[in-house]
């Protein structure tokens, strides 16, 4: 194919590229969620956590996943990607958690990835992650994904909007 | 508010922003600093480790840390960021490790974040981990971490310098 | 020294900086290999993955590394690098696992390191890891590593071809 062309945004307002997405987190309860679960604590909580508060924070608690992201909110609608990577609970005070992980797309619309790293601030109402590169499609991407939780049912299901603008493209 | 704009440095000795940070890691030891911890082992050591030596070099012991970091060298001093992420030892010879983590700035100075990644080769004077990512006042950002251990009082608390220069800032 | 001077390339296909490696990964098999070992697994695969297959497919398994990095394909051949970092095992359903990692150059022919994170898709014959970063002699760098398995005998060892293709570089 035809080789792609460097584009920069030269301005915070003017993005290369811009998309919403929904990030759906299925955790493992331990007993019967296999066939939905995408999601998996890889360590428990430290007994850092335990000591502090008796509920617990989760503060260490690692988590594996291979999530639907899906265009639309609803859970059931259409997938455009899974999200591969993990997030751990990382303060001892409240909820507060750290992300790193792909957004791997395989659509008619979208062959590629995004790869993301950041704070997830949960007591903040909107809060940045950076997209830090891409491939396939989103070749040397770089850009900020703006992350909300839209719906948090404890800890076994959660949803995050996310929205991304990319300000380096390869178009 | 107005935009703002891209600005990359041409050299490297020309950094577009440069700051010194302390970051202070100050591990749980599994009782009685509690309300002092601000870091907790997620994983234990692996049985390699402990094979090849008898002390252990601690490889594959994963610290998740929500770190004070100070503008000044005394931990007492006043804080600037919280440094939220993650370090594990990796290599069963000698103590080395890996650090992914985000400096999150809430002053009046800075607000944002900077995502840094990298290996920390503790039998090297200095070594460099990159900034590979930023938000709010770093939006966008990308440098070097230029880092140095200060202080190691053996496990339970060390000290890092960390010399950041970036060379990609908006402005 | 003189200062490097910042160079990026327009076209996606023309690299700044093109070299093919190779990754060999000796898991630790929790006995007599202690020697040869330069990997070893801090967590085990999560009740989630043992529920759905009885083979299993490792999700949640988290391996730190230290492994060798070669410029030809033999595992006995003159290392050029180290790879330090880890990877894990995200998928329920098959193996397919999520990369990061530095690449620690300490030769006459390169020191320094580049930093990588991405999904390894295992089913794919071809992937693309985004490098995001680098130090010293690879200060700044951008690109992207193409992975393919060159070699999988189970579990205890593998070996993967990366070719790396910088995009952005100072020189």
């Given at each position: 194919?035809?080789?792609?062309?460097?584009?920069?945004?030269?301005?915070?307002?003017?993005?290369?590229?811009?998309?919403?997405?929904?990030?759906?987190?299925?955790?493992?309860?331990?007993?019967?969620?296999?066939?939905?679960?995408?999601?998996?604590?890889?360590?428990?909580?430290?007994?850092?956590?335990?000591?502090?508060?008796?509920?617990?924070?989760?503060?260490?608690?690692?988590?594996?996943?291979?999530?639907?992201?899906?265009?639309?909110?609803?859970?059931?609608?259409?997938?455009?990607?899974?999200?591969?990577?993990?997030?751990?609970?990382?303060?001892?005070?409240?909820?507060?958690?750290?992300?790193?992980?792909?957004?791997?797309?395989?659509?008619?619309?979208?062959?590629?990835?995004?790869?993301?790293?950041?704070?997830?601030?949960m007591?903040?109402?909107?809060?940045?992650?950076?997209v830090?590169?891409?491939?396939?499609?989103?070749f040397?991407?770089?850009?900020?994904?703006?992350?909300?939780?839209?719906?948090?049912?404890g800890?076994?299901?959660?949803?995050?909007?996310?929205?991304?603008?990319?300000?380096?493209?390869?178009?």
């Amino acid at each position: 194919g035809r080789s792609k062309t460097r584009l920069v945004s030269s301005y915070e307002d003017e993005p290369c590229m811009k998309m919403t997405v929904y990030y759906h987190d299925i955790l493992y309860n331990g007993s019967n969620n296999t066939a939905n679960a995408t999601a998996a604590a890889a360590t428990n909580p430290t007994a850092l956590s335990t000591a502090v508060t008796s509920n617990g924070t989760y503060f260490g608690m690692l988590v594996v996943f291979d999530d639907v992201v899906t265009a639309e909110q609803a859970l059931s609608s259409e997938p455009v990607a899974r999200a591969q990577g993990f997030y751990f609970y990382d303060r001892k005070e409240v909820l507060n958690a750290w992300f790193a992980f792909s957004l791997v797309f395989n659509s008619t619309a979208h062959k590629g990835t995004l790869n993301l790293m950041g704070a997830d601030l949960m007591s903040e109402k909107t809060r940045d992650l950076s997209v830090v590169g891409g491939t396939g499609d989103f070749f040397m991407a770089r850009g900020v994904a703006t992350i909300s939780a839209d719906s948090f049912e404890g800890f076994f299901y959660f949803r995050l909007k996310m929205l991304i603008k990319l300000y380096e493209c390869y178009v």
